[in-house]
C-alpha cells in the first residue's frame, strides 16, 4: 500500500473534520408533526435519520467517506464482517475464513450460495469476483486498497473465489471487510476506467435503495434478502443543512436518529439533558486519531533530542478537557486503545508533561530561554478542533518550557495541507487518520514503512514521506512485512509492539488523541448500537 497519499481524499471537507472529530450518532423516539416532505411515523415502523453529510459519491468502487460508508455497510455485503458485540472476524458473504496457501500468497474462499442482488440477479463468485475486479479496476478514490496487495481475483467454483496477492498479507481478510470491497450485480454495473454510478447502488444487503435525491434519501427492506429481516419497515434519510438544523430537528423530536455533523457543545448539551428527556446516552470508543507529524529531516527536528524534548510538553489529558469537552481519549501510540496490540509507549516513557526533563534536553541542545528554538507547527485551518489544539499546544509549550521552546502557528486549507506533506515543507504538521479497515497494519504501514531510503537521507519514496515524516529505519521496514506475512496472532502482536517501543524511541509522529462516539436514543427506541469496529447497523433499530 504505497499509495498513502490518495488517502487523505478522505480528509477533505465534503467529509468535515468537523464530521470526524465531532462525530455522533442520536437516536430518539419522535411525537411531533414532521416536514412536510417526510411522511409521518403513522406506526408503520419506519426510522426517520437526519444528517449534515454531504455526499459525493455512493458508487462502493468510489465512495471514501464516512456517511456512504455508512448506507453501503447496511445496503451491501462483503466477504467478512465482524459480529455486533465484540471484534471477531466472521464470514459474511463468505461460509468459512480463507484456506492459506504455504507461500501465503493465494486465498481460497467458499462462497454463500442462494443470495439474490436487488434487481433478482443471483449471487455466485463471478459476481463477486467482478465486483473486486472492478474496485481495482475503475480507479475510484480507494482502489489502491485492493489493487495494490490483489494480483488475480477469479472464480474457482462457482461457489468459489481464489484471490492471489502479490506479497504475503495476513490482514487481507480484515481489508475485504471494507465497505467498497461489497459485492454488487454484474447486470447492473461495468469495468472501467470512471465507470461510475453515484446515485445507485445494487447490492445483496438487507435494505435497497429506492429513491436518491439531494436532501431525502429512502432504503426499504429488501423482502428476497437470504437473512434475517431488518426490525424496523425502512429507513429515510434527511440531509440536513447545518448542525443547528440537526440538532434542533433531534431536539423537537422531528427526526428519529441523527448521524454525524453535531458540535462538540451540542453533544455536550445532550448529554447533559438526556436523563430529564428520558434519552439514553451510549458511549464507544473511536477509531479515529491525532497525531502531530515531525519531520525527521528538517533541523532542528531531525535531533532527537529535541523530537524528545516536545514529546515531553504535550499534555493530551488538558487536549481532551480543553479541546473536545471529555469526548476524546488520550492517545499514546499510533495503534489506538480499541486494538489488543496498542501499547501506551508514549505514556510510561514520556508522560503528560514532564516540563522540567523537557528544559533540561532543550538545554543540552543549545537552546534557552535567552535563545529559543522556534518551530513552526502547521494545521488544517479549515478545521475548527485541530486549530484548537494547535493553540493549546502553543500555549502549553512555551509556558512549561519557559520560553526555550517557542511555536509560530500557520495555517493552511485541508486539502493544500495534505497534498504538500510529501514535499518536506512542514516541520510539523497535525494530522487525522481514520482507518480504512478494522486491524493495526493500516495504523502503522502507511505511517512508518518507507520502499525506498536510508538512515542518512531520510524516506525518499514510500508511506513516511506521504505522510510529511521522512521517516525511515531499516529494523522497522521489516518488522511491519514480518508482521503482514505471519498468520500467528500472538507472533504478530509480539511484532507490532516491537515497532511501537521503536516509534517510541524515534519519535517521528506523536500521538495525541483518539476521538470518542456517541448515540442518544430516545423513549421507544430499541436496538441501537455503536459496534466495537465503529459500524452502525440500522437493521436492529426497532420501536418498541
Known amino acids: 500500500m504505497k499509495a498513502i497519499a490518495t488517502r487523505f481524499q478522505r480528509h477533505k471537507p465534503s467529509r468535515k473534520w ?77 461460509t468459512a475464513l480463507p484456506t492459506v496457501s504455504e507461500d501465503g500468497l493465494t486465498y481460497t474462499i467458499p462462497l454463500r450460495q442462494g443470495v439474490l442482488f436487488h434487481d433478482g440477479t443471483p449471487f455466485n463468485a463471478e459476481a463477486m469476483a467482478f465486483s473486486l475486479r472492478r474496485f481495482m479496476e475503475n480507479g475510484g478514490q480507494p482502489s489502491f486498497l485492493l489493487a495494490e496487495p490483489i494480483s488475480e481475483v477469479k472464480a474457482s467454483r462457482d461457489d468459489e473465489l481464489q484471490i492471489t496477492l502479490n506479497q504475503p498479507f495476513a490482514a487481507l481478510p480484515a481489508l475485504l471487510t471494507f465497505f467498497g470491497a461489497c459485492a454488487v450485480s454484474p447486470q447492473a454495473y461495468s469495468i472501467g476506467p470512471g465507470a461510475f454510478k453515484p446515485k445507485s447502488f445494487v447490492g445483496t444487503g438487507p435494505y435497497k435503495l429506492v429513491d436518491y435525491k439531494s436532501d431525502f434519501i429512502r432504503l426499504d427492506v429488501f423482502d428476497q434478502y437470504w437473512g434475517a429481516k431488518p426490525a424496523n419497515q425502512g429507513i429515510n434519510l434527511q440531509l440536513l443543512s447545518t448542525p443547528a438544523n440537526l440538532f434542533n ?207 542518512a537521507t531520510g524516506c525518499e519514496e514510500g508511506a513516511s514521506r506521504s505522510l510529511g515524516s521522512f521517516y525511515y529505519n531499516s529494523k522497522v521496514n521489516q518488522l511491519i512485512e514480518q508482521q503482514r506475512q505471519t498468520q500467528d496472532d500472538q507472533e504478530r502482536q509480539t511484532i507490532l509492539t516491537q515497532v511501537q517501543e521503536i516509534l517510541a524511541e524515534d519519535i517521528p509522529y506523536i500521538p495525541l488523541v483518539q476521538r470518542k462516539e456517541y448515540a442518544f436514543s430516545g423513549k421507544g427506541i430499541e436496538g441501537v448500537q455503536i459496534t466495537k469496529t465503529q459500524q452502525f447497523p440500522l437493521w436492529t433499530i426497532r420501536k418498541s
Not at 366 to 385: C, E, F, I, M, R
Request: hydrophobic share 40%; aromatic share 10%.
Open 249 to 455: 430537528q433531534f431536539q423537537t423530536g422531528a427526526i428519529d436518529v441523527g448521524y454525524q455533523g453535531l458540535e462538540t457543545d451540542q453533544i455536550q448539551r445532550l448529554q447533559v439533558e438526556a436523563s430529564s428527556a428520558g434519552w439514553q446516552v451510549i458511549e464507544a470508543k473511536g477509531n479515529a486519531v491525532t497525531h502531530m507529524v515531525l519531520n525527521v529531516k528538517q533541523k532542528p527536528l531531525d535531533q532527537a533530542t529535541v523530537r524528545r524534548a516536545i514529546a515531553l510538553l504535550v499534555d493530551r489529558p488538558l487536549i481532551k478537557e480543553r479541546v473536545f469537552q471529555g469526548q476524546a481519549e488520550p492517545l499514546y501510540s499510533l495503534i489506538p486503545s480499541t486494538f489488543d496490540a496498542a501499547r501506551p509507549v508514549f505514556q510510561s516513557k514520556y508522560g503528560d508533561g514532564d516540563a522540567a526533563q523537557a528544559r533540561q534536553l532543550l538545554t543540552a541542545a543549545g537552546y534557552s530561554a535567552q535563545k529559543p528554538l522556534t518551530l513552526d507547527l502547521w494545521y488544517p485551518s479549515n478545521y475548527v478542533a485541530r486549530r484548537l489544539i494547535a493553540n493549546l499546544i502553543k500555549a502549553v509549550v512555551e509556558e512549561r518550557s519557559q520560553g526555550i521552546l517557542k511555536l509560530k502557528l500557520e495555517g493552511v486549507e485541508s486539502t493544500v495541507g495534505n497534498n504538500s506533506l510529501s514535499k518536506g515543507i512542514y516541520p510539523s504538521y497535525l494530522v487525522n487518520w481514520y482507518p480504512d479497515f478494522f486491524d493495526p497494519d493500516t495504523y502503522i504501514q502507511p505511517f512508518l514503512s518507507c520502499s525506498n531510503g536510508t538512515e
Open 18 to 94: 468537523i464530521g470526524l472529530f465531532c462525530l455522533a450518532v442520536f437516536l430518539v423516539l419522535s411525537c411531533s408533526p414532521r416536514p412536510s416532505d417526510l411522511p409521518a411515523h403513522s406506526g408503520d415502523g419506519r426510522i426517520i435519520l437526519g444528517s449534515t453529510a454531504k455526499i459525493r459519491t455512493i458508487d462502493p468502487a468510489d465512495a471514501y467517506e464516512l456517511f456512504p460508508a455508512t448506507l453501503l455497510y447496511n445496503m451491501g455485503e462483503t466477504l467478512y464482517s465482524y459480529d455486533l458485540d465484540n471484534t471477531t472476524l466472521k464470514p459474511h458473504l463468505a
